[in-house]
């Protein structure tokens, strides 16, 4: 909102949520039944045209946004270097609203205009109107209308709500109250209706103008500067007719300057152009080169996942992964996107953080679990985490975390493997079991003397019962294969307190992979504590299911605007905060395969930095 909330701030549709497209329906509908009754030979094609248009144009937008965070999490031509927050995902995700208010007046224009109706596909003639239309009327009016709109009082009512994103991503440029709105629209509509009155428009120049504000407008705000410099030397009058990403940039950073919509001529006739443009388009051009420090490495989770990461819908990312109705619609579109990553042959950068003087980065192997599973794709998987610790060894990162299925230890022995056929790696390898297990046992009650260990074994299930049955706690375990693994590893004088039996039903029950839903057994009030990378299905309401091992993290850590998957927000997991505490602590050993670090260590290490268990004992 603004800061001081003036006449139609809020859209006529913001109580429906994401039902909102709702309003365009009666249109819809009318469009089908038209073609049902006339047939193709005597509809109007540009009315039953309107709705795919604008779910073009959402999908127009969409690329731009991953392309945005795709560039802004991996590139050197950053133009703002400061980072996003929760609030202001928030503040942008009715992005669309601008385009169902667009297609209901074109939709009303072709009710209600004569005129509108049964237009030719293409016209020359109208396409020279409307360049002309917008170069002269829309420019110069939409720039004293945008001086006029840094006014305090039309700012702090109207404008305001732009401005509070100081880095824009591309939706940013559509972030506007209604009332702001109706004025562009009005703006847009001269050559929209200066070609309709002069019988020269037609269907692809009206698509066409609007795909051109859409893009101008999106890359106007992606915070990366793409246009070279080439366009500019080849064609020098460019630099009057087209901004750039950088030149805007500086409108959001120093407000009273560079005002234009998408040309700068009239910045330059009316003195307002800021005089650092052309500098800071060359320097964000050149770039600058970023040492990174730590990397974690994870993987899309299931099919609907994909939408989930940073790079895919913001509205998604900015909340906990789960499964929507709406995300069974897009169906085809992840079986595509799984595709895409299986046929992708490297890493992909999906996230860059900072913390203090910490560059940290998160790179995804484009596998998704069930992948994993799959004992063909082992090889194939390991050769691309292989390849990512080498790229990290080589450009000089310290440390690597594993996470999620990256580090299971039938895949690569927790990170091992790697160890044997490179012993000479920089870059440490860091599994995160050592802070995992010390979560799990700082999240059990103080007054529990029993437990039960359940699922899997594992380096994390073997580092829990050992360090439980040392304090004097029973650890009870009903699978016997792996009570009998693990009962030899532990010392003669602590061995008594590890147990078999399988009908015991202690209040704590200690969860890893693999486990069936033996909770059914459980007894009333039962708490579920994972040691698992995925959480648990509550298929209990008498009980209590903790999350996955996890801590809060600092206000240090910045540009933390996702979730990582299921977690709340300012939420990762243990296995993600072991390599930043690792890098942190500038440790010089590596945490993988069988080895285990002192728990108590690395758990008082990552609270001196400000992490904070998610689930306190």
């Not at 020098?236 to 001529?265: G, I, V």
């Not at 299971?408 to 927790?414: D, F, H, R, V, Y």
């Not at 260590?601 to 998610?614: D, Y």
Request: hydrophobic letters at 40%.
């Amino acid at each position: 909102m603004a800061s001081n909330p003036g006449l139609l701030t809020e859209w006529p549709w913001h109580r429906l949520g994401n039902f909102k497209y709702v309003v365009v329906a009666p249109w819809v509908v009318h469009g089908f039944y038209e073609l049902a009754i006339k047939g193709w030979h005597e509809v109007d094609i540009g009315y039953l045209l309107v709705f795919p248009a604008m779910l073009f144009r959402v999908l127009h937008n969409q690329i731009w946004i991953s392309l945005s965070r795709f560039q802004n999490a991996r590139s050197k031509h950053r133009i703002v270097d400061k980072s996003l927050d929760f609030e202001q995902v928030d503040r942008e995700r009715n992005w669309d609203d601008q385009i169902i208010f667009n297609a209901i007046l074109i939709y009303l224009g072709h009710t209600y205009l004569e005129a509108g109706r049964y237009l030719p596909w293409w016209s020359t003639d109208g396409a020279i109107v409307m360049a002309l239309l917008h170069i002269g009327p829309v420019e110069f009016l939409y720039y004293w209308f945008h001086r006029a709109l840094h006014h305090h009082f039309l700012y702090s009512r109207y404008h305001s709500h732009h401005h509070a994103s100081i880095v824009t991503e591309p939706i940013t440029s559509v972030i506007h109250p209604f009332a702001e709105h109706i004025v562009y629209f009005s703006l847009f509509a001269i050559p929209l209706l200066g070609s309709l009155f002069t019988g020269t428009a037609s269907i692809l120049t009206y698509f066409f103008y609007i795909t051109y504000i859409d893009f101008m407008n999106n890359m106007g705000h992606c915070n990366f500067e793409l246009v070279p410099t080439w366009l500019f030397r080849a064609f020098p009058p460019l630099k009057y007719l087209m901004y750039t990403p950088s030149f805007h940039s500086l409108h959001h950073t120093q407000f009273r300057t560079n005002y234009c919509l998408f040309m700068p001529f009239y910045d330059y006739v009316y003195n307002t152009m800021d005089k650092s443009s052309d500098d800071l388009y060359e320097k964000s051009l050149k770039g600058k080169e970023e040492t990174i420090d730590v990397v974690h490495l994870t993987h899309p989770t299931t099919l609907q996942s994909i939408f989930h990461f940073r790079l895919g819908f913001a509205a998604f990312a900015s909340n906990p992964c789960h499964s929507t109705w709406y995300m069974i619609v897009m169906s085809p579109l992840y079986w595509i996107s799984m595709m895409v990553t299986w046929l992708y042959g490297s890493t992909f950068t999906v996230e860059r953080n900072t913390m203090i003087d910490l560059k940290m980065q998160t790179w995804a192997i484009p596998r998704y679990t069930f992948q994993y599973n799959l004992g063909w794709e082992k090889e194939a998987i390991n050769d691309l985490i292989e390849k990512a610790i080498l790229d990290a060894d080589k450009r000089g990162i310290k440390v690597v975390s594993l996470g999620l299925l990256n580090q299971a230890k039938e895949l690569n022995g927790s990170g091992e493997l790697y160890l044997q056929k490179h012993p000479n790696l920089k870059v440490k390898i860091v599994d995160g079991s050592s802070l995992v297990a010390a979560l799990v046992i700082k999240s059990i009650p103080k007054e529990v003397e029993q437990v039960l260990l359940t699922g899997s074994l594992s380096k994390v299930a073997s580092a829990i019962a050992t360090s439980l049955c040392q304090r004097g706690i029973q650890v009870i375990m009903n699978q016997k294969q792996e009570y009998h693994m693990l009962k030899p590893q532990l010392s003669e004088d602590i061995a008594s307190n590890l147990l078999f039996s399988r009908t015991s039903t202690p209040e704590v029950w200690l969860v890893g992979d693999g486990f069936e839903d033996r909770e059914q057994s459980a007894r009333k009030g039962t708490k579920f504590i994972p040691y698992s990378q995925f959480p648990l299905r509550k298929t209990r309401k008498n009980c209590t299911y903790y999350t996955t091992p996890a801590m809060k993290i600092p206000k240090t850590l910045e540009n933390m605007h996702s979730c990582e998957n299921w977690l709340p927000r300012r939420v990762i997991s243990a296995w993600r905060v072991a390599g930043i505490v690792h890098a942190l602590e500038g440790w010089d050993m590596h945490e993988c395969g069988d080895t285990v670090l002192d728990m108590e260590k690395i758990l008082s290490a990552a609270i001196r930095h400000g992490f904070v268990p998610l689930q306190q004992a």
